[in-house]
């Protein structure tokens, strides 16, 4: 068993409802952030910028997350983490709503709604992520966090998985609308009990974070000054431009261009995870000792390969569908490849106690322009006619231009400078299931070097 007791794990059991709450938030944002709303909007007709834009809300929202860090000092950890997960699962009362009311024609004002209501779970969640990886590594004694961060991740999978698994199921037999009415309230309940299992755990101590005269003369310095800093930001932001969309408008494609059904969807995002779970599985002996270059390479390599296996599914037709498992294994794998390694470059990269303000900054540029892409792709991949779907020849093309930009990177990467070799990680947790997302997490001008005090 995962869960802790006073006999079993008895370390971890004053942390346990730190816990309980990895468990129940992945029952939240697996269907708040992902496949379920992308296919609820589509079943009320959304087109590709619609649905580009609900699944970039939790990028474009970025700086929020930023601006909420300067709370820290006067709210502390725990009550701003509080604020925005508390109010997170609030806005899944939309689609939920509209689930139960199962319009055969969805009246005008029903999209707008959803992407309004996300727009609104985004922010909650900008505002607690904030706070809570800083609060939650504060807490934990540095000598359980190793097995802390990993059961959480295992809970987190749990969840996660789980929540695909009956998704899957649910759409295989009932009707779409209940499906998804089912979804949102068990992610409505994940919400109320991840909080709820929150509330439980002590605060720590109140952060300094670093001052706005130092964000404003370090970042043009930062972003601008020839480093090796910058050219990994630049790096870093060109695989995100041209990857973040493939998961969304690949959903999209697959449900309203191609026809599947949402059950067979739902079963290629859990491929997606199992690629995750196995690259990381790969990755855990061999990182610290290869360095992350290689990685960074079989990412690109691997992107690539699946890029050019969409391009043929999309001209083939149904005859290639027997290579969707593998192009989504094929995408998960290659997402976790880059993560890994990022998270082991960038602590290398980055002097401990400078770590702060070029993380935040990493974070937001790749974050913001990652959901900049697929809004703008979203524009271009409308197809004609009354119908929304997806236009093949365009989307082609944008496989085009992944495959060119893993060629870029791919050769980019030798003006990296990096020696292999074990470094502390820079993040521990359930990151390891959302493999673009950590960037956010990573998001947070906390001054480590001073312990603070709590009012």
């Not at 609060?135 to 961060?149: A, T």
């Not at 295992?154 to 009932?174: K, R």
């Not at 593998?326 to 990022?342: D, I, K, P, Q, V």
Request: one cysteine or more.
């Amino acid at each position: 068993m995962l869960l802790p007791t006073k006999s079993r794990l008895p370390e971890l059991y004053p942390h346990r409802h730190g816990l309980y709450f990895a468990f129940y938030n992945a029952l939240n944002w697996q269907v708040g952030a992902g496949t379920p709303t992308v296919l609820l909007m589509e079943q009320l007709g959304a087109d590709s910028f619609q649905v580009g834009l609900v699944y970039s809300w939790v990028f474009l929202l970025t700086p929020v997350q930023v601006l909420a860090t300067a709370w820290l000092p006067r709210l502390g950890y725990k009550r701003l983490t509080l604020a925005g997960w508390g109010a997170r699962g609030w806005f899944l009362l939309l689609p939920l709503s509209l689930a139960l009311l199962a319009p055969e024609q969805p009246a005008g004002w029903m999209i707008p709604a959803m992407v309004a209501a996300m727009f609104f779970y985004s922010l909650s969640r900008s505002v607690g992520a904030a706070a809570i990886t800083n609060w939650l590594h504060g807490l934990i004694p540095e000598p359980i966090r190793g097995r802390y961060w990993t059961t959480d991740q295992m809970l987190a999978g749990v969840g996660a998985v789980g929540m695909l698994l009956l998704g899957a199921l649910l759409f295989a037999v009932l009707p779409a609308y209940p499906a998804f009415a089912i979804q949102y309230l068990i992610a409505i309940l994940g919400a109320w009990m991840s909080w709820r299992y929150l509330n439980r755990l002590p605060d720590i101590d109140r952060p300094k974070v670093l001052s706005l005269e130092k964000i404003v003369a370090d970042t043009p310095r930062l972003v601008l000054e020839p480093s090796q800093f910058r050219t990994y930001l630049w790096l870093a932001a060109l695989l995100f431009v041209v990857t973040t969309p493939i998961v969304p408008f690949g959903t999209y494609y697959l449900k309203a261009t191609a026809g599947l059904t949402s059950a067979h969807i739902m079963f290629y995002m859990m491929l997606y995870y199992a690629g995750v779970i196995g690259a990381n599985a790969f990755m855990r002996s061999r990182l610290d000792r290869v360095g992350a270059k290689p990685f960074f390479r079989l990412s690109f390599v691997t992107y690539g390969v699946a890029a050019a296996g969409w391009m043929a599914f999309l001209y083939a037709g149904r005859g290639a569908g027997l290579i969707l498992p593998l192009l989504f294994l094929l995408l998960g794998a290659a997402a976790a490849c880059w993560t890994s390694a990022n998270l082991n470059y960038l602590a290398k990269l980055l002097p401990a106690q400078e770590r702060a303000l070029p993380l935040s900054i990493h974070g937001a540029v790749i974050a913001f322009l990652g959901g900049v892409s697929p809004v703008i792709w979203g524009l271009f991949l409308k197809g004609e006619g009354p119908v929304p779907a997806v236009n093949v020849p365009v989307f082609a093309a944008f496989f085009g231009v992944v495959i060119v930009a893993m060629v870029c990177l791919h050769r980019l990467t030798a003006v990296l400078e990096e020696k292999a070799g074990p470094v502390e990680p820079l993040l521990d947790g359930s990151w390891l299931l959302r493999p673009f997302r950590i960037m956010t997490d990573l998001i947070n001008l906390v001054d480590r070097s001073d312990d603070g005090r709590k009012d």
